[in-house]
C-alpha cells in the first residue's frame, strides 16, 4: 500500500477551495517602503554579492562560503572565501587572492585544500598561510581526493579526432576549417574541436602528482558530461580502490539523439571497466555513496531521449545486490539530494506548487518491502530550497532564494520548521531596496484544470491604480517558475520598473505532477498558449490592470510562446519581446544540437507526416499573416541550441510586414548572457524597448 507524507498536499487543497471563491491567493503582506529605500536597478542587481555554500568543517561547527562579486567596470568576477562560525556568527575571510576559490576538501585539523587558477591550496581554517600544492601544466578540473588522500581524481580534455584543420593538415597552421562526419559537430556554444572531456587519476604525494591515468583509456567519450558535468560525475569507492564515473558512451550521430548516459566503475588495480546501470536507458546521473560506504544512490530516469523525465532516486545495497527505486511511487521530480549522518535517510529537493522544497525519503534497512518507503515533505513557505549543504543534530544548512532575495545560506530547524539565515552578505544592499509584494494566483483554465501563476507587484503597488502588465513566459520548456532569483529574468527587477508581472506555471513545469510536467511535449503550441492566455485574460479584470498596456516576455522556448502569442493573442498584447525563441520549427529541427530533445518534444523530424501539427499549427512562422504587434528580438550568435536564424528570420519578417521591430544581437553570448556588461545593455534595451511601447 502506497504511504505518501506530503505536508502540501491538504495546504494545496485548502488553496485551491479558497481560489474557487476568490482568485486571488495572497501569499505575504503588502510591503511598505520608507523614503531611503528605492527600487532595485540593474547595475544594483549584478552588484549583489553571490552566495555559494562550499561546506561545512567535520565537527559541523563552521561553515565554510564563497562570495562572488562583479566588477561592472573591469567586466570580471572575483569569488573569496569565508568562514562563518555557528555558534558565534562570527565572520572571518579566509582567502583574499585574485582569482576565484573554490573549497576541494574540509580535513578533520582545519586544513582546508581549495583550487585557485586551477592549482591546489592548502590553509588551515585557524590562521596561517596559504600553500600552494599543485603547480600543474594546464591546470587541475573537477579534483576529488581518494578516501586515503594518496591519489586524486580530476578532469582534462584530450585531443582525439582531428576536426580542425590545423590539427589533420600540420603544414597549414594558420588555416581554420572544420571537417566532420558526423553529428555532434556543436554544442550549446561551441563548435567540436575534437577533444573530450576525459577522467583522470594519478598518485599524490606532498603536492607531487605521479602518472595520470585516463580511465576511459582515449575513448571519443565525456566524462564530465557535456556541456555542464562536473565533479559531481565522478566519486571514489569508500575503499579507494575504484572509481565512478558518469558517461554516455556513444560517439557522433548515436550521441546526439540518446541521453543514455551510464555509471561505470573502474578498477584501479586492474584497469577493469564496468557499467553499474546497464539497461537503465535515461539519464544516471550524480552517484553517491551513503555515509558508512554500504550503499550506492545515483538519480535516474526511464526515458532514452526525455531530458526532462521524471528523476528518481536509486539505490544499491552491496550486500544484498538488491536495486531499489525509493521515489517511483512519488508523483514529483527530485532535483538534488543527500544522504543524513544516520544512513537512515535521504533529503532532496524538489518542485512543489511553485516553490522547490525539502524532503526526506526513508531508506529502508530491507529491501524486500511490503510497503513502499515513506516521504515527507519537511519545508514548506514562499521560497525556494536551492541546495542542501549538509546536516547538524537539530536541522540542515542549505542555500536558498526568494523571488526578491537572492541566494544566502540558512538554517532549517527540524522542530520549528523555520529557516533562518547564516550568512547576510546582501543586507545591507537590500535595506536601501523597496520589497516587491508577491503573491500567489489561481484561474480556471480552458479545460478545467486550476492553474498557478505568481504575480509580482511594482514597488509602492497601489490598486486605486492602473498598471502595465507583463506575462512572463518560461523556457524549458519543462523548467519550473518558482521563486528563484536570477540575474537577467529577475522578477523584482521587471517589476520595479513599474510593472506588474504574471509568471504562470503552466503546462508542462515540474511541480504540479509527472503528467502535468509532460504533457506539453509534442503539444508546445496547445494548451500551454492557451494556459498563457487564460492567466492574462484572469488578471485582466482586475480593476488595476492597464489593458491597454499589456505585453508578453520569454526567453527559449518562452521567447517561442511569444512568437507564437504574436499570432494568435487576439488584440491582448501591445508589445512582444522574445530572447532567443524558435520562430520557425522546420529550420530549427534541421540546425540545433540536442536532437534527442528535438525528437522527443517536437514528435521528430519535419519529414514525417506524424509530426505534421508541429510543423504547421503548432509553428510560429505559420501564424505570420497574423503579426502586427512591435516586438523587440534578443539572439546571442553563439547559441548553438537554438541558432542566430532563428532570431534573424522573426526580425526579417517583422520589418518585411512594416511591423515596429528592433533586433539586438549579441556576437559573443550563447543561450544566456554572462558577460556583465552585456547584460547591462540587454536591460537597457528590454526596458528602452517597453517604454516605448508601453
Known sequence: MKRITLVSVAILSSMISHAQQNPVMKTNKSVESSDSQRPLSPQQLWELGRVSAEGLSADGKTLIYGVSNFNLDENKSEKNLFLLSLSDKKVTQFTQDAGSESVIRIDANGDIIYTLKGQLYVKNANGGEAKQLTNVEGGLENVKFSPDGKHILFSKAVLLKKYHSVDKYADLPKSNVFVYDNLDYRHWDSFNHGKFNHPFIASYTEGQLGEAIDLLKDEPFY??????????????????????????????????????????????????????????LGYDTNPTYSPDGNRLSWLSMKTDGFEADKNDIIVFDKSSTQRLNLTSHWDGTVGSFKWSKDNRKIYFTAAVKGTVQLFAVAVPSNFNLKSLPIIEQISEGQFDITGIVGETKDG??????????????????????????????????????????VEGRFTKATDGQDLFSWIIYPPNFDPTKKY??????????????????SLRWNMQLIASQGYIVVAVNRRGMPGWGVKWNADISKDWGGQAIQDYLSAIDDISKESYVDKDRRGAVGASYGGYSVFMLAGVHEGRFKSFISHCGLF????????????????????????DSANKKTYTDFNPITHIDKWNTPILIFQGGKDYRV??????????????KGIKSRLVYLPDENHHVLSGQNAQVWQREFFTWLSETL
Open 396 to 437: 540542515l544548512v542549505v542555500t536558498s532564494t526568494s523571488m526578491t532575495r537572492a541566494t544566502e545560506v540558512y538554517f532549517y530547524d527540524f522542530k520549528s520548521k523555520n529557516r533562518s539565515p547564516l550568512t547576510t552578505v546582501n543586507d545591507k544592499a537590500y535595506a536601501g531596496i523597496i520589497e516587491n509584494k
Open 223 to 280: 566524462s564530465p558530461q557535456a556541456p555542464f558535468g562536473g565533479a559531481e560525475d565522478f566519486t571514489w569507492t569508500p575503499d579507494g580502490k575504484a572509481v565512478l564515473y558518469v558517461s554516455k558512451k556513444k560517439f557522433g550521430n548515436e550521441y546526439a539523439v540518446s541521453t543514455n548516459t551510464d555509471i561505470y566503475r573502474y578498477e584501479i588495480a586492474t584497469g577493469k571497466t564496468t557499467n553499474l546501470t546497464e539497461g537503465m
Open 584 to 607: 520557425d520549427m522546420t529550420s530549427w529541427y534541421g540546425t540545433t544540437e540536442e536532437l534527442f530533445f528535438a525528437n522527443h518534444d517536437l514528435g521528430g523530424a519535419y519529414w
Open 468 to 485: 502595465p502588465t507583463l506575462l512572463y513566459c518560461q523556457g524549458g520548456p519543462q523548467s519550473a517558475v518558482t521563486q528563484t532569483y
Open 643 to 656: 541558432p542566430i536564424e532563428q532570431g534573424l528570420e522573426a526580425f526579417q519578417a517583422a520589418q518585411l
